[in-house]
């Protein structure tokens, strides 16, 4: 099995080419190819399908097997991939994602895509909730961008043990879906820090929906502009609430490399492919 691992700011995941059809056991195989030791490596498996509504569809699965509605990072990722493939030459795509179409515009260097962005959709800000972990509450914002997000405005972001805290919350009753959770501090009414706890895959150097949740929640807050940069751990994000109600999310991507690996048909014992790159 042929595959290639892109990053936007260290999110980084497993590509696969399912323009031809989707291998068995997804969840399997997500887990077996994300894992760091043993495997490919990522924070999840993104698949690069053909769509009967926009021009690719997005299939992104967890580190955990799971699968996702979206992912911010990943979807420019697709964009790159496509585009540097030779799969369209065109620089405006439609994508067809769990959480429903996505627009993405590209951005090319040298004749190939550097980064791109993306019309994440309209935001859904809940009510506040509160979730008591460790002896502490803490007061939490819900938001939908086509997945469930908490976002935490706490004093310190660094100190933070997030491997003890997030499990918390994404497994907390009050998000029978599991939620991603991103903790925030504003630094002022136009920069935000951040670090995140995706549901399925733990502590990550970022995650685009996860920053357009963040800022959606401060805007409502009165606590940021419309217009900001998310600084996370891999780097920083462009995230702006514009006036037709979406949200538009831009950053980077880069190719990191290309590899086959042996990973066996389900139902047989065959292995596709062999060695690594």
Same mark, same amino acid.
């Given at each position: 099995?042929?595959?290639?691992?892109?990053?936007?700011?260290?999110?980084?995941?497993?590509?696969?080419?399912?323009?031809?059809?989707?291998?068995?056991?997804?969840?399997?195989?997500?887990?077996?190819?994300?894992?760091?030791?043993?495997?490919?490596?990522?924070?999840?498996?993104?698949?690069?399908?053909?769509?009967?509504?926009?021009?690719?569809?997005?299939?992104?699965?967890?580190?955990?097997?799971?699968?996702?509605?979206?992912?911010?990072?990943?979807?420019?990722?697709?964009?790159?991939?496509?585009?540097?493939?030779?799969?369209?030459?065109?620089?405006?795509?439609?994508?067809?994602?769990?959480?429903?179409?996505?627009?993405?515009?590209?951005? &090319?260097? $040298? =004749?190939?895509?550097?980064? @791109?962005?993306?019309?994440? !959709?309209?935001?859904?800000?809940? %009510? *506040?909730?509160?979730?008591?972990?460790?002896?502490?509450?803490?007061?939490?914002?819900?938001?939908?961008?086509?997945?469930?997000?908490?976002?935490?405005?706490?004093?310190?972001?660094?100190?933070?043990?997030?491997?003890?805290?997030?499990?918390?919350?994404?497994?907390?009753?009050?998000?029978?879906?599991?939620?991603?959770?991103?903790?925030?501090?504003?630094?002022?009414?136009?920069?935000?820090?951040?670090?995140?706890?995706?549901?399925?895959?733990?502590?990550?150097?970022?995650?685009?929906?996860?920053?357009?949740?963040?800022?959606?929640?401060?805007?409502?807050?009165?606590?940021?502009?419309?217009?900001?940069?998310?600084? &996370?751990? $891999? =780097?920083?994000?462009?995230? @702006?609430?514009?006036?037709? !109600?979406?949200?538009?999310?831009? %950053? *980077?991507?880069?190719?990191?490399?290309?590899?086959?690996?042996?990973?066996?048909?389900?139902?047989?014992?065959?292995?596709?492919?062999?060695?690594?790159?």
């Amino acid at each position: 099995m042929e595959f290639s691992k892109l990053h936007g700011l260290g999110n980084d995941y497993i590509y696969l080419n399912c323009m031809e059809g989707m291998p068995g056991d997804m969840e399997g195989l997500a887990r077996r190819l994300s894992d760091r030791h043993f495997g490919v490596g990522g924070d999840g498996v993104i698949c690069v399908c053909p769509s009967g509504r926009g021009d690719f569809r997005m299939r992104m699965f967890n580190a955990d097997g799971s699968e996702g509605e979206m992912c911010g990072n990943g979807i420019r990722g697709l964009g790159k991939f496509v585009f540097d493939r030779g799969l369209t030459d065109k620089q405006r795509l439609v994508i067809e994602t769990e959480a429903g179409l996505r627009t993405l515009a590209l951005h &090319l260097e $040298g =004749g190939t895509v550097a980064g @791109a962005t993306v019309d994440m !959709g309209a935001p859904e800000v809940g %009510g *506040p909730c509160t979730v008591e972990a460790w002896g502490r509450v803490y007061r939490g914002l819900p938001v939908s961008m086509g997945n469930p997000h908490c976002v935490v405005e706490v004093e310190e972001v660094e100190r933070l043990n997030l491997p003890r805290l997030g499990p918390v919350f994404e497994h907390h009753p009050a998000f029978p879906q599991r939620t991603n959770t991103e903790f925030v501090r504003v630094l002022d009414t136009r920069t935000l820090q951040m670090r995140v706890w995706e549901r399925g895959s733990g502590e990550t150097m970022a995650c685009g929906t996860g920053a357009c949740a963040a800022v959606a929640a401060m805007v409502r807050e009165g606590r940021l502009e419309r217009r900001v940069q998310v600084r &996370l751990a $891999g =780097g920083s994000l462009e995230v @702006a609430w514009r006036e037709d !109600g979406h949200i538009y999310l831009t %950053g *980077p991507v880069q190719w990191v490399f290309d590899g086959t690996t042996a990973v066996p048909r389900r139902g047989s014992g065959r292995a596709l492919g062999g060695g690594a790159e």
